[in-house]
T-cell receptor
């Protein structure tokens, strides 16, 4: 069985603040993939990043960065200098080869960036 | 432009009626998926298909049915057996899973189904 926990249900920040969204996962497989998706108010999920279990390098893409730590089973997402357009629900997801490659989603974190 | 289309965007249904949600993709993806999203919750997998004429149940398949007669299309029927069908339904597709890799899924805009 696999599980993804996003303990932060809602976060509010003021524009230009940095914010970190937490993601903790559980899986018995040694080979797995982690994802982050953004769901704006329109409803469509937008893919942000994919990371496999053998690559623990942190990644930066513009104002977005991801911190993958296998030791704590976490894959946290940081937005630097947040903007109002970052307001959305963010989902962390996991798939592992022992799960028939099904994607398991966390319950999501609603981020609100106030002007 | 390549992408995934879902129709209709909003759908209303009377209790006891079957209804079919459309999902079409022109990304040439082999795999397609249907998810259900309830307020404040993550996505749950209903059905998925890795290849034409083949599909598998996900975690919450009861009360739903699908078909995969064409690579581009993966319609979902919500039957009267589904006890609580009001939800947001998302269709997704991906390059076929193969070997040691797993590719990201791309999502359509969703259909919001309301049972009256």
């Amino acid at each position: 069985a696999q599980k993804v926990t996003q303990a932060q249900t809602e976060i509010s920040v003021v524009e230009k603040e940095d914010v970190t969204l937490d993601c903790v996962y559980e899986t018995r497989d040694t080979t797995y993939y982690l994802f982050w998706y953004k769901q704006p108010p329109s409803g469509e999920l937008v893919f942000l990043i994919r990371r496999n279990s053998f690559d623990e390098q942190n990644e930066i893409s513009g104002r977005y960065s991801w911190n993958f730590q296998k030791s704590t089973s976490s894959f946290n997402f940081t937005i630097t200098a947040s903007q109002v357009v970052d307001s959305a629900v963010y989902f962390c997801a996991l798939t592992a080869f022992g799960s028939a490659r099904q994607l398991t989603f966390g319950s999501g974190t609603q981020l609100t960036v106030l002007p | 432009d390549g992408g995934i289309t879902q129709s209709p965007k909003y759908l209303f249904r009377k209790e006891g009626q079957n209804v079919t949600l459309s999902c079409e993709q022109n990304l040439n993806h082999d795999a397609m998926y249907w998810y259900r999203q309830d307020p404040g919750q993550g996505l749950r997998l209903i059905y998925y298909s890795q290849i034409v004429n083949d599909f598998q149940k996900g975690d919450i398949a009861e009360g739903y049915s699908v078909s995969r007669e064409k690579k581009e299309s993966f319609p979902l029927t919500v039957t009267s057996a589904q006890k609580n069908p009001t939800a947001f339904y998302l269709c997704a597709s991906s390059i076929a899973v193969a070997g040691g890799s797993y590719n990201e899924q791309f999502f359509g805009p969703g259909t919001r189904l309301t049972v009256l």
